[in-house]
């Protein structure tokens, strides 16, 4: 599936997180992750992401394009998420070496994700490497339509 996204670097999160407490979006979560890349040679990434909330842990494996631009607005390909478990883990680990995936780097956050409507922020605090994050994903018009309301802060707090 085709993913809309802008995403951007910036200085502060917090007036990105004020934004969507005023406008309404529903804060869905806050949660601890930590995202294991992987590449390969053909521009895909493998992502193993660990999830801990509440005191729990899981796992998940999904691909996306690789898409290192500069640009604001981003288009990628990306599968759903399967959860690792004891189950397929053997496996997933000897499907990333058969098709030639070699770990890239290692990503620490704090992900705070509000929604509304068919509209996802996600706001990250990033521990390691350190930086803050702000993504808007969902239909390229929508998203469009968003990016317009939050460009003057986007000028403002942008790394």
Partial sequence: MIEYEYSFKVSDIEPFIMFCENKNYEKEESITQTRVLFKNENGVLA???TNERNNQIKQYLNFK???DSEK??????????LEVNSENKDFIKSMLEILNFHKSKELKRIR???KKKKIKFEIDYY?????QVVAIEGEKNEVDTVYKEIESLYEKYKI
């Fill in 72 to 81: 604001v607005l981003k288009e990628s390909k990306e599968t759903s998420m």
């Fill in 47 to 49: 992502r193993i992401t």
């Fill in 65 to 67: 394009e690789e898409n």
């Fill in 127 to 131: 521990i390691q490497p350190e930086m």
């Fill in 112 to 114: 705070h994700i509000f």
